[in-house]
Protein backbone atom coordinates (compact mmCIF):
# COMPACT_ATOMS: atom_id res chain seq x y z
CA UNK A 1 0.00 0.00 0.00
CA UNK A 2 2.84 2.63 -1.23
CA UNK A 3 0.11 4.57 -3.10
CA UNK A 4 -1.46 5.04 0.11
CA UNK A 5 1.08 6.20 1.85
CA UNK A 6 2.86 8.26 -1.36
CA UNK A 7 -0.71 10.26 -1.21
CA UNK A 8 -0.59 10.85 2.26
CA UNK A 9 2.88 12.58 1.99
CA UNK A 10 1.86 14.25 -1.23
CA UNK A 11 -1.84 15.12 -0.73
CA UNK A 12 -2.01 15.26 3.03
CA UNK A 13 -2.69 18.23 5.28
CA UNK A 14 -1.68 18.24 8.70
CA UNK A 15 -4.16 20.23 10.80
CA UNK A 16 -2.08 19.87 13.60
CA UNK A 17 -0.35 16.95 15.77
CA UNK A 18 -3.69 14.87 16.15
CA UNK A 19 -5.61 15.62 12.96
CA UNK A 20 -4.53 14.63 9.52
CA UNK A 21 -7.00 16.02 6.21
CA UNK A 22 -7.17 13.60 3.38
CA UNK A 23 -10.07 15.33 1.60
CA UNK A 24 -8.56 15.02 -1.79
CA UNK A 25 -8.63 11.41 -1.91
CA UNK A 26 -10.80 10.31 0.58
CA UNK A 27 -12.87 12.31 2.80
CA UNK A 28 -14.00 14.70 0.28
CA UNK A 29 -12.75 13.93 -2.93
CA UNK A 30 -12.32 10.75 -3.43
CA UNK A 31 -9.80 8.67 -5.62
CA UNK A 32 -11.61 5.58 -6.74
CA UNK A 33 -8.39 3.48 -8.15
CA UNK A 34 -7.12 3.85 -4.90
CA UNK A 35 -10.05 2.92 -3.05
CA UNK A 36 -10.66 -0.44 -5.17
CA UNK A 37 -7.04 -1.36 -4.32
CA UNK A 38 -7.53 -0.92 -0.81
CA UNK A 39 -10.65 -2.76 -0.92
CA UNK A 40 -8.75 -5.67 -2.34
CA UNK A 41 -5.79 -5.86 0.61
CA UNK A 42 -8.51 -5.92 3.12
CA UNK A 43 -10.56 -8.55 0.84
CA UNK A 44 -7.07 -10.68 0.57
CA UNK A 45 -6.21 -10.13 3.52
CA UNK A 46 -9.30 -11.38 5.45
CA UNK A 47 -11.02 -13.83 3.36
CA UNK A 48 -10.14 -17.24 4.85
CA UNK A 49 -12.39 -16.10 7.44
CA UNK A 50 -15.17 -16.53 4.99
CA UNK A 51 -16.69 -12.68 5.57
CA UNK A 52 -20.62 -12.66 4.97
CA UNK A 53 -21.06 -8.73 5.78
CA UNK A 54 -18.66 -5.75 5.74
CA UNK A 55 -19.68 -3.08 8.37
CA UNK A 56 -18.82 0.47 7.98
CA UNK A 57 -19.72 3.75 9.27
CA UNK A 58 -20.93 6.93 7.36
CA UNK A 59 -19.97 8.49 5.49
CA UNK A 60 -16.18 8.33 5.15
CA UNK A 61 -16.35 4.53 5.93
CA UNK A 62 -18.17 3.67 3.03
CA UNK A 63 -16.16 3.66 0.09
CA UNK A 64 -13.18 1.75 1.69
CA UNK A 65 -16.18 -0.69 2.82
CA UNK A 66 -17.99 -1.11 -0.38
CA UNK A 67 -14.95 -1.44 -2.51
CA UNK A 68 -13.83 -4.16 0.48
CA UNK A 69 -17.38 -5.59 -0.06
CA UNK A 70 -17.08 -5.44 -3.75
CA UNK A 71 -13.89 -7.38 -3.61
CA UNK A 72 -15.27 -9.93 -1.36
CA UNK A 73 -18.58 -10.08 -3.09
CA UNK A 74 -20.76 -9.26 -0.17
CA UNK A 75 -22.89 -6.93 0.85
CA UNK A 76 -21.59 -3.79 3.05
CA UNK A 77 -24.00 -2.00 5.82
CA UNK A 78 -23.22 1.16 6.90
CA UNK A 79 -24.62 2.63 10.25
CA UNK A 80 -26.16 5.44 11.02
CA UNK A 81 -25.11 8.85 12.77
CA UNK A 82 -28.42 9.73 12.99
CA UNK A 83 -31.57 7.72 13.52
CA UNK A 84 -33.00 6.98 10.30
CA UNK A 85 -36.68 8.75 9.04
CA UNK A 86 -38.07 5.51 8.88
CA UNK A 87 -38.30 4.18 12.66
CA UNK A 88 -40.78 1.74 12.25
CA UNK A 89 -38.35 -0.94 12.66
CA UNK A 90 -35.89 -2.30 14.98
CA UNK A 91 -32.28 -0.71 15.25
CA UNK A 92 -29.37 -1.68 16.94
CA UNK A 93 -27.77 1.17 18.56
CA UNK A 94 -24.76 2.11 20.84
CA UNK A 95 -23.02 5.74 21.71
CA UNK A 96 -19.28 6.62 20.06
CA UNK A 97 -17.62 9.45 21.67
CA UNK A 98 -15.67 11.34 19.34
CA UNK A 99 -12.58 12.58 20.53
CA UNK A 100 -12.01 15.25 18.00
CA UNK A 101 -15.65 16.71 18.26
CA UNK A 102 -16.02 16.27 21.96
CA UNK A 103 -19.40 14.77 21.68
CA UNK A 104 -21.40 11.88 21.58
CA UNK A 105 -23.08 10.08 18.96
CA UNK A 106 -25.74 7.85 18.78
CA UNK A 107 -24.99 5.01 15.75
CA UNK A 108 -27.38 2.73 14.52
CA UNK A 109 -27.92 -0.04 12.23
CA UNK A 110 -31.48 -1.85 11.68
CA UNK A 111 -31.94 -5.09 13.02
CA UNK A 112 -32.88 -7.06 9.80
CA UNK A 113 -29.25 -6.15 8.16
CA UNK A 114 -27.29 -8.60 10.77
CA UNK A 115 -27.65 -11.71 12.66
CA UNK A 116 -25.98 -14.45 14.19
CA UNK A 117 -24.96 -16.33 10.84
CA UNK A 118 -23.17 -13.48 9.70
CA UNK A 119 -19.21 -12.72 10.16
CA UNK A 120 -18.42 -9.55 9.97
CA UNK A 121 -15.19 -7.52 8.88
CA UNK A 122 -15.26 -3.49 9.90
CA UNK A 123 -13.99 -1.24 7.59
CA UNK A 124 -13.67 2.77 8.48
CA UNK A 125 -11.10 5.52 7.41
CA UNK A 126 -9.54 6.25 10.68
CA UNK A 127 -8.16 5.11 13.63
CA UNK A 128 -7.70 7.32 16.53
CA UNK A 129 -9.29 6.41 20.13
CA UNK A 130 -10.52 3.18 18.71
CA UNK A 131 -14.30 4.57 19.58
CA UNK A 132 -15.70 4.36 16.35
CA UNK A 133 -14.06 0.73 15.55
CA UNK A 134 -15.40 -0.86 19.43
CA UNK A 135 -18.99 1.03 18.71
CA UNK A 136 -19.08 -0.87 15.21
CA UNK A 137 -18.11 -4.11 16.92
CA UNK A 138 -20.62 -3.39 19.76
CA UNK A 139 -23.58 -3.43 17.37
CA UNK A 140 -22.63 -6.28 15.27
CA UNK A 141 -22.30 -8.38 19.05
CA UNK A 142 -25.55 -6.89 19.68
CA UNK A 143 -27.03 -9.14 16.37
CA UNK A 144 -25.57 -12.09 17.87
CA UNK A 145 -22.83 -11.82 14.68
CA UNK A 146 -18.89 -12.30 14.62
CA UNK A 147 -16.60 -10.05 14.52
CA UNK A 148 -13.54 -11.05 11.76
CA UNK A 149 -11.18 -8.52 12.08
CA UNK A 150 -10.74 -4.93 11.97
CA UNK A 151 -9.60 -3.06 8.53
CA UNK A 152 -8.73 0.57 9.10
CA UNK A 153 -7.01 2.88 6.59
CA UNK A 154 -5.11 4.83 8.14
CA UNK A 155 -3.86 4.18 11.86
CA UNK A 156 -2.95 7.02 13.74
CA UNK A 157 -0.41 4.97 15.94
CA UNK A 158 -0.19 6.92 18.98
CA UNK A 159 -3.77 7.73 19.86
CA UNK A 160 -4.21 4.28 21.64
CA UNK A 161 -7.14 2.99 19.54
CA UNK A 162 -5.26 -0.76 18.14
CA UNK A 163 -4.27 -1.37 22.09
CA UNK A 164 -8.19 -0.77 22.72
CA UNK A 165 -9.24 -3.13 20.01
CA UNK A 166 -6.48 -5.73 20.56
CA UNK A 167 -7.15 -5.96 23.85
CA UNK A 168 -10.83 -6.38 23.20
CA UNK A 169 -9.94 -9.64 21.00
CA UNK A 170 -9.94 -7.87 17.37
CA UNK A 171 -7.54 -8.07 14.88
CA UNK A 172 -6.24 -4.88 13.33
CA UNK A 173 -5.11 -4.68 9.70
CA UNK A 174 -4.53 -0.99 8.78
CA UNK A 175 -2.54 -0.10 5.54
CA UNK A 176 -0.83 2.80 6.33
CA UNK A 177 0.66 3.39 10.27
CA UNK A 178 1.14 6.91 11.24
CA UNK A 179 3.77 7.02 14.34
CA UNK A 180 3.54 11.42 14.41
CA UNK A 181 1.89 14.47 12.95
CA UNK A 182 4.45 16.56 14.74
CA UNK A 183 6.10 19.23 13.20
CA UNK A 184 3.41 19.44 10.42
CA UNK A 185 5.54 16.21 9.36
CA UNK A 186 3.77 12.60 8.45
CA UNK A 187 5.72 10.20 9.78
CA UNK A 188 5.19 6.86 9.51
CA UNK A 189 5.98 3.88 11.86
CA UNK A 190 9.23 1.83 10.47
CA UNK A 191 8.78 -1.54 8.89
CA UNK A 192 11.61 -2.69 11.30
CA UNK A 193 9.65 -0.93 14.34
CA UNK A 194 6.25 -3.45 12.72
CA UNK A 195 8.42 -6.06 13.03
CA UNK A 196 9.71 -5.62 16.34
CA UNK A 197 6.35 -4.95 17.83
CA UNK A 198 5.00 -8.65 16.62
CA UNK A 199 7.49 -10.12 18.41
P1 LIG B 1 -11.77 7.02 16.91
O1 LIG B 1 -13.19 6.63 17.12
O2 LIG B 1 -10.86 5.88 16.60
O3 LIG B 1 -11.24 7.90 18.01
O4 LIG B 1 -11.76 8.00 15.64
C1 LIG B 1 -12.06 7.46 14.38
C2 LIG B 1 -13.10 8.29 13.67
O5 LIG B 1 -12.83 9.69 13.80
C3 LIG B 1 -13.05 7.94 12.19
O6 LIG B 1 -14.31 7.41 11.82
C4 LIG B 1 -12.76 9.26 11.49
O7 LIG B 1 -13.88 9.64 10.73
C5 LIG B 1 -12.51 10.29 12.57
N1 LIG B 1 -11.10 10.72 12.65
C6 LIG B 1 -10.26 10.52 13.70
N2 LIG B 1 -9.07 11.09 13.49
C7 LIG B 1 -9.11 11.66 12.27
C8 LIG B 1 -8.15 12.40 11.47
O8 LIG B 1 -6.99 12.66 11.85
N3 LIG B 1 -8.59 12.81 10.26
C9 LIG B 1 -9.83 12.57 9.79
N4 LIG B 1 -10.14 13.01 8.57
N5 LIG B 1 -10.76 11.87 10.50
C10 LIG B 1 -10.40 11.41 11.72
Redesign the pocket.
Known sequence: VDLLKEMIVRKGKV?NS??????SF??HQMDPVLMYEMGKVFADHFRKQNITKVVT?ES??IAPGIMTALALKVPCVFARKKKPLTLNEELLTTT?????KKEENEISISQKFIDEQDCVLII????????????LAKLTEQAGATVAGIGIV?E?AF?G?RKKLVDAGYEVKSLARIKSLSNSTVEFVEELELEEAAI
Do not use: C, M
Open positions: LNVLKVDINISGVYSFTDDFLAHGEAALGIKQG
